[in-house]
Nanobody
C-alpha cells in the first residue's frame, strides 16, 4: 500500500501564492506519473497538472503560466507552486500517484482564495 500525505493548503487573498506538497511512503517501488487534481463544490474533479518520471509536464489551460508542478524522485514527493491565485482556484486539491497498475489518491487539502 502507498500512503500519500499532502500539506500546504490554506486561505490566501487573490493574487497570493501557496505551495502544496505530497509525499509518498509505504510500498513505493517505481512511481510513474504524479499529479494534482482539484474539486470545487458542486463540480467534478479536474486535472490541474501532471509530471512524468522523466519530468515532462502537462497543465490545465486555466492554470498555465501561474502554477508549476515539480517532483523530487529521491524523496517520492510532488509539489505544486501556485502563484497569482484567483477565487476560481478555490477547491480541495488532491495529489495522485501512479505505481502501475494502481493509482493512489491523497486525502485532499483545502485551498481557499478570497477576493
Amino acid at each position: 500500500q502507498v500512503r500519500l500525505v499532502e500539506s500546504g493548503g490554506g486561505l490566501v487573498h487573490a493574487g497570493g501564492s501557496l505551495r502544496l506538497s505530497c509525499a509518498a511512503s509505504g510500498r513505493v517501488f517505481r512511481i510513474a506519473d504524479m499529479g494534482w487534481y482539484r474539486q470545487a463544490p458542486g463540480k467534478a474533479r479536474e486535472l490541474v497538472a501532471t509530471v512524468t518520471s522523466g519530468g515532462s509536464t502537462k497543465y490545465a489551460d486555466s492554470v498555465k503560466g501561474r502554477f508549476t508542478i515539480s517532483r523530487d524522485n529521491a524523496n517520492n514527493t510532488v509539489y505544486l507552486q501556485m502563484n497569482s491565485l484567483k477565487p476560481d482556484d478555490t477547491a480541495v486539491y488532491y495529489c495522485k500517484v501512479d505505481q502501475r497498475p494502481l493509482g493512489y489518491w491523497g486525502q485532499g487539502t483545502q485551498v481557499t482564495v478570497s477576493s
